[in-house]
């Protein structure tokens, strides 16, 4: 299994196949999925150490979302995205913190190639 794994959740496709061509480039092994089920559904066997989640997805809040994560006991990187209002990502950080998790990056859409370079490399 790659050593690099990253598990993208967002409602666009488009902006997770910018997201999936960039960290294929930088040695990542990478699974995209568009709604909250299917990501609770890869989590398990994929078994990421890095995570995209948007916060505005179908079926799940992202918060409802990121507290079942922390439930799974994920410790490792998460980036959350928004592009929607910047406090709501801002709040899912702080949610995220409070929980223990410390590797937490905010992109606020539209992202550059350079800021998703930056959170991936981090």
């Known amino acids: 299994m790659n050593a690099k794994r990253l ?3 967002d409602d666009e496709p488009e902006f997770g196949e910018f997201v999936r ?4 480039a930088l040695g990542y ?3 995209m999925t568009t ?4 990501f609770q559904k ?11 989640l948007d916060m505005v997805i179908p079926d799940l809040d992202g918060n409802e979302l990121l507290l079942w994560l ?3 006991g994920y410790t490792d990187d998460l980036i959350i995205t928004t592009g929607f209002n910047p406090d709501y990502a801002k709040d899912a950080k702080t949610l995220a913190e409070f929980k ?3 590797a937490v990056s905010v992109l606020v859409k539209p992202v550059s190639l350079a800021q ?3 959170v991936l490399r981090d």
């Open 70 to 72: 922390l439930e799974q």
């Open 29 to 31: 092994e990478v699974v």
């Open 21 to 24: 061509r960039a960290a294929t």
């Open 35 to 38: 709604s909250g089920l299917d």
């Open 7 to 9: 598990l993208i959740v």
């Open 42 to 52: 890869s989590y398990p066997d994929f078994q990421p150490n890095k995570i995209i």
């Open 116 to 118: 998703l370079r930056q």
């Open 100 to 102: 223990g998790l410390r």
